[in-house]
Nanobody, 120 residues
């Protein structure tokens, strides 16, 4: 089992910044892609950004140029630097990790979520 623990959410004014962190722990063999998703009540969870083990990144159009995803493979940790925040960025942000097990099986894990609220 792998556990993901997020931190760094909170309340910020529009135009401000927050940095989310997500640390993986447990029986880790190798974590491949890690990412951040977000969800608001009544809507589907949506992709924010992902980063591969090699450092390739992918962003939702709505956050390009404002958010930066990064990771530290040695610490099994992924970060999301969020700048120029907008009220529409308000959501619960979830960390996601794609874990590779010896033998070839993979399993997807989710964190518990952290609330980000951007006031106008």
């Amino acid at each position: 089992q792998v556990q993901l623990v997020e931190s760094g959410g909170g309340l910020v004014q529009a135009g401000g910044s927050l940095r989310l962190s997500c640390a993986a722990s447990g029986s880790i063999f190798r974590i491949n892609t890690m990412g951040w998703y977000r969800q608001v009540p009544g809507k589907r969870r949506e992709l924010v950004a992902t980063v591969t083990r090699g450092g390739s990144t992918n962003y939702a159009d709505s956050v390009k140029g404002r958010f930066t995803i990064s990771r530290d493979n040695a610490k099994n940790t992924v970060y999301l630097q969020m700048d120029s925040l907008k009220p529409e960025d308000t959501a619960v942000y979830y960390c996601n990790a794609d874990h590779y097990y010896l033998g070839g099986d993979t399993m997807e894990y989710w964190g518990q979520g952290t609330q980000v609220t951007v006031s106008s």
